[in-house]
């Protein structure tokens, strides 16, 4: 018998100083028998950075074709392709291709230094990509925020993330790979 997804409901509020976006949203998120609680907490994170009324999650690990998040626009067309973890070459240019904005959030210690490297130099042309790195120590510190029902403060101020809960406050400071700051 297959396993099932576990729900989670996150109350995200969200304050983007730099963007000038001001939300609340009321999300319900499903957590893949194969995710992480890591791994779903960048997702949220992913979400903020980017938040529009348009935004919203995809069918994720059910559809792997899709990226974790996205928008679309009033067409049906993706505005804004929003992928997580180490996605390959060939996935980038496709999600290019297909959306007028790509953004990834990479993760995940040494690996994603490796990643890069090995990706970065076919990537160059891309113009409309732009891969952000969220350290380990970081992404731990998430998670250790994450409930099944939370209520998430964020503010998004000067390139760093305030992210505060009932459990407590974690700084995130990202770390733009591409393009190049």
Excluded at 49 to 77: H, I
Excluded at 173 to 179: A, D, N, R, S, V
Aim: glycine share 4%.
């Amino acid at each position: 018998m297959a396993l099932k997804s576990t729900v989670y409901k996150a109350d995200l509020q969200i304050t983007d100083l730099d963007r000038h976006y001001y939300a609340n949203h009321q999300l319900t998120l499903a957590l893949h028998p194969s995710e992480t609680e890591e791994r779903l907490m960048v997702r949220l994170l992913a979400f903020a950075d980017c938040a529009s009324e348009q935004l919203q999650f995809s069918q994720g690990l059910d559809n792997p074709d899709d990226p974790p998040l996205w928008e679309k626009d009033l067409t049906g067309a993706i505005v804004h392709w929003i992928d997580l973890g180490q996605p390959d070459e060939t996935r980038l240019r496709k999600a290019s291709g297909r959306a007028e904005r790509v953004t990834v959030y990479c993760y995940g210690g040494a690996s994603t230094t490796m990643w890069w490297s090995q990706i970065v130099g076919k990537l160059s042309r891309q113009q409309h990509l732009r891969v952000v790195r969220l350290s380990e120590e970081s992404v731990a510190a998430l998670a250790a925020l994450c409930e099944r029902s939370m209520r998430l403060q964020v503010t998004l101020q000067d390139g760093e993330w305030f992210v505060s809960s009932e459990r407590g406050d974690v700084t995130v400071t990202p770390e733009q790979l591409f393009p190049a700051p």
